[in-house]
């Protein structure tokens, strides 16, 4: 575990992982900047600042021990100071305490993704938001470090592209484990459509790739980051009294016989 977590921390240093990093901050900003509440949690990746965008009054980074050693070369502004450490499978928050949860790269790197995710949603509360970014397979990159993998095990000399993090998640895996829990699927992107490289010249070269892929192959993206949000059966959230017009007070009319 803590080889996967120093391998993918010196890979977002290389040329093609500030490109997909400065993706996702992006895509962060942009999701959690109109979510409302009191409580943001961000697992893991204290090199990326997801909660930067968000108006919370308490927002936390927590890490985990392995994670937490690791230098910060570059510290990212506006992220919260490391408040605990905590692994993404056992959370010490109350059930139904916070209304945002990040997960950059978190299920990749967890132990079991599944008592994550289910963590997640047991800490999170009816309607609260959960943001999730990995890296697809089913794209260039993906494809490469298939390639690379495929010939390791052949006995050849194949070098990974990407980190070595075991088996990546798929996002229509991902979004059936959401929906197995609770969650509703509300949005998901794909980005990163430039050719798999290590030379930042190359990378940015193939930029016009970004455009097209976006419009003709969006699901093939390097990476992926998907909303969801926790929807509880039988609950329904109560309006305000005043957007209730008042009823008008009937009065008894006589009515008058002939008997």
Same mark, same amino acid.
Request: net charge neutral; charged share 20%.
């Given at each position: 575990?803590?080889?996967?977590?120093?391998?993918?921390?010196?890979?977002?240093?290389?040329?093609?992982?500030?490109?997909?990093?400065?993706?996702?901050?992006?895509?962060?900003?942009?999701?959690?900047? $109109?979510?409302?509440?009191?409580?943001?949690?961000?697992?893991?990746?204290?090199?990326?600042?997801?909660?930067?965008?968000?108006?919370?009054?308490?927002?936390?980074?927590?890490?985990?021990?392995?994670?937490?050693?690791?230098?910060?070369?570059?510290?990212?502004?506006?992220?919260?100071?490391?408040?605990?450490?905590?692994?993404?499978?056992?959370?010490?928050?109350?059930?139904?305490?916070? $209304?945002?949860?990040?997960?950059?790269?978190?299920?990749?790197?967890?132990?079991?993704?599944?008592?994550?995710?289910?963590?997640?949603?047991?800490?999170?509360?009816?309607?609260?938001?959960?943001?999730?970014?990995?890296?697809?397979?089913?794209?260039?990159?993906?494809?490469?470090?298939?390639?690379?993998?495929?010939?390791?095990?052949?006995?050849?000399?194949?070098?990974?592209?990407?980190? $070595?993090?075991?088996?990546?998640?798929?996002?229509?895996?991902?979004?059936?484990?959401?929906?197995?829990?609770?969650?509703?699927?509300?949005?998901?992107?794909?980005?990163?459509?430039?050719?798999?490289?290590?030379?930042?010249? =190359?990378?940015?070269?193939?930029?016009?790739? $970004?455009?097209?892929?976006?419009?003709? =192959?969006?699901?093939?993206?390097?990476?992926?980051?998907?909303?969801?949000?926790?929807?509880?059966?039988?609950?329904?959230?109560?309006?305000?009294?005043?957007?209730?017009?008042?009823?008008?007070?009937?009065?008894?009319?006589?009515?008058?016989?002939?008997?």
């Amino acid at each position: 575990m803590s080889g996967e977590i120093i391998g993918l921390h010196h890979w977002f240093a290389t040329p093609p992982g500030r490109y997909l990093l400065a993706w996702e901050q992006e895509r962060y900003d942009e999701l959690v900047a $109109d979510v409302f509440g009191y409580h943001a949690l961000q697992l893991g990746m204290q090199g990326l600042a997801g909660l930067r965008a968000n108006r919370m009054p308490h927002r936390w980074l927590a890490l985990g021990a392995e994670e937490a050693q690791l230098p910060a070369d570059a510290p990212v502004p506006d992220t919260p100071a490391v408040s605990l450490l905590a692994e993404a499978v056992a959370l010490p928050f109350a059930e139904a305490s916070l $209304d945002l949860v990040a997960m950059p790269h978190t299920l990749e790197l967890s132990i079991d993704p599944h008592a994550a995710l289910r963590e997640v949603y047991r800490v999170l509360m009816p309607e609260g938001r959960v943001v999730i970014s990995g890296l697809n397979p089913l794209s260039l990159w993906g494809l490469r470090q298939w390639r690379a993998r495929l010939y390791q095990r052949c006995g050849g000399g194949g070098r990974l592209y990407l980190p $070595d993090m075991g088996e990546f998640i798929t996002p229509g895996r991902l979004r059936d484990w959401l929906r197995l829990l609770g969650f509703e699927l509300e949005s998901i992107s794909f980005g990163c459509y430039r050719p798999a490289s290590n030379s930042e010249r =190359w990378l940015e070269h193939y930029g016009w790739m $970004d455009g097209m892929g976006a419009r003709w =192959w969006p699901i093939l993206g390097a990476a992926y980051v998907i909303v969801a949000a926790k929807r509880v059966q039988g609950m329904r959230l109560l309006e305000p009294s005043w957007r209730k017009a008042p009823k008008a007070a009937t009065a008894q009319v006589q009515v008058a016989r002939r008997h």
